[in-house]
């Protein structure tokens, strides 16, 4: 392993053996250097496409999961292997951690740079504890004490189709599911579903137990979305049928300066890297969060998700 760098990720190389070799041998000591950084990218690598970097994931955190309760596009690439989200080039997906929207999540993230693009593209990173920690104690306390609230939509015109979103057609499956993670459902006229979830904003991590800013609220809310998008999904569906949006755990309304200043200590913790082909980036799902900057060229991002966590209820 090289030696430490100042800012996100850790950089590993090969020590001259096939990746998943060195991964076995380096094993603990690439997951310790994940729970005291929260990100290490693996770099000149022979990844050898998806199943090379199934076996990766396998190396260091077991199986890859299959991508539930979902919240954005995307597409098999191989078994538990997908494609990043299928958003257009030109917009950014701003900062967030996978699935902290549900009651289960995972604890590892693995991105696999299959082709880079020409220009921009990069995976943006902000440790969660530095997000908590810049966070006003005023608006921390206040989230902590009511929780969040994300409501969803799940219709054909915008946002995912819920049989997507829950991997089924059954309707029934689908409530035994929203039952079962805490999660109202709603079916509408014309058979779409809306969802209600709260959950915690801030969580201890279950192994360093370090406390951490893990929510979907920023990312969720609608202020958040570039403006001519925010103002063409409000004029045409109204608040309470948009895809998401959050609210504080008791339905009220997140100010707009909390929001604010939600967004800019994620992105005054942020920090970014190019991506060269065959990058493996692995990052701790709860201390770190991830998003994606606008970019051109063919720019193609392997994903796969590895031990799953659930929050204590």
Same mark, same amino acid.
């Given at each position: 392993?090289?030696?430490?760098?100042?800012?996100?990720?850790?950089?590993?190389?090969? !020590? +001259?053996?096939?990746?998943?070799?060195?991964?076995?041998? *380096?094993?603990?000591?690439?997951? =310790?250097?994940?729970?005291?950084?929260?990100? #290490?990218l $693996?770099?000149?690598? *022979?990844?050898?496409?998806?199943? +090379?970097?199934? @076996?990766?994931?396998?190396?260091?955190s077991?199986?890859?999961l299959?991508?539930t309760?979902?919240?954005?596009?995307? &597409?098999?690439?191989?078994?538990?292997?997908?494609?990043?989200?299928?958003?257009?080039? %030109?917009?950014?997906i701003?900062?967030?951690?996978?699935? &902290?929207y549900?009651?289960?999540?995972?604890?590892?993230?693995?991105?696999h740079?299959?082709?880079?693009?020409?220009?921009?593209? =990069?995976?943006?990173?902000?440790?969660t504890?530095r997000? $908590?920690?810049?966070? @006003? /104690?005023?608006v921390?306390?206040?989230?902590?004490r009511?929780?969040?609230? #994300?409501?969803?939509n799940?219709?054909?015109?915008?946002?995912?189709?819920?049989?997507?979103?829950?991997?089924s057609? @059954?309707p029934?499956e689908?409530?035994?599911y929203?039952?079962?993670?805490g999660i109202?459902?709603?079916?509408?006229?014309?058979?779409? $579903?809306?969802?209600?979830?709260?959950r915690d904003?801030?969580?201890?991590?279950?192994?360093?137990? /370090?406390?951490?800013?893990?929510n979907h609220a920023?990312v969720?809310?609608v202020?958040?979305?570039?403006?001519?998008?925010?103002?063409?999904?409000?004029?045409?569906?109204?608040?309470?049928?948009?895809?998401?949006?959050?609210?504080?755990g !008791?339905? %009220?309304? #997140?100010?707009?300066?909390?929001? !604010?200043h939600l967004?800019?200590?994620?992105r005054a913790?942020?920090?970014?890297?190019d991506?060269?082909?065959? !990058? #493996?980036?692995?990052?701790?799902?709860?201390?770190v969060?991830? +998003?994606?900057?606008?970019?051109?060229?063919?720019r193609?991002?392997?994903?796969?998700?590895?031990?799953?966590?659930?929050?204590?209820?």
């Open positions: 392993m090289t030696a430490e760098t100042p800012l996100l990720p850790l950089l590993v190389e090969p !020590d +001259g053996v096939p990746a998943t070799e060195q991964l076995r041998a *380096d094993r603990e000591k690439v997951r =310790a250097a994940l729970r005291e950084r929260g990100a #290490v $693996l770099r000149g690598f *022979d990844v050898e496409g998806p199943d +090379g970097f199934a @076996d990766i994931v396998r190396a260091l077991g199986e890859p299959p991508y309760e979902r919240s954005s596009p995307r &597409s098999v690439i191989k078994g538990n292997v997908y494609t990043s989200t299928d958003y257009p080039p %030109g917009e950014e701003f900062l967030h951690n996978e699935n &902290s549900q009651a289960s999540w995972p604890l590892t993230l693995f991105f740079c299959v082709r880079p693009p020409l220009t921009g593209g =990069a995976t943006p990173l902000a440790d504890r997000v $908590l920690d810049s966070i @006003d /104690e005023e921390r306390r206040e989230f902590t009511r929780g969040w609230m #994300v409501v969803r799940y219709g054909d015109l915008v946002g995912l189709p819920w049989q997507e979103a829950f991997n057609t @059954d029934a689908v409530e035994r929203c039952h079962e993670q109202e459902a709603q079916w509408l006229p014309g058979g779409g $579903l809306r969802t209600r979830a709260v904003a801030v969580h201890r991590h279950p192994v360093t137990g /370090e406390p951490v800013w893990f920023t969720f809310h202020s958040t979305l570039p403006e001519s998008a925010r103002l063409g999904l409000l004029e045409m569906l109204g608040e309470e049928n948009l895809p998401s949006q959050t609210y504080y !008791d339905g %009220g309304a #997140v100010p707009a300066d909390v929001m !604010d967004r800019a200590c994620y913790a942020s920090t970014r890297f991506y060269r082909a065959d !990058d #493996v980036l692995v990052i701790d799902n709860m201390l969060s991830h +998003g994606r900057e606008p970019f051109t060229g063919p193609r991002i392997a994903v796969a998700m590895a031990e799953p966590y659930t929050a204590h209820r």
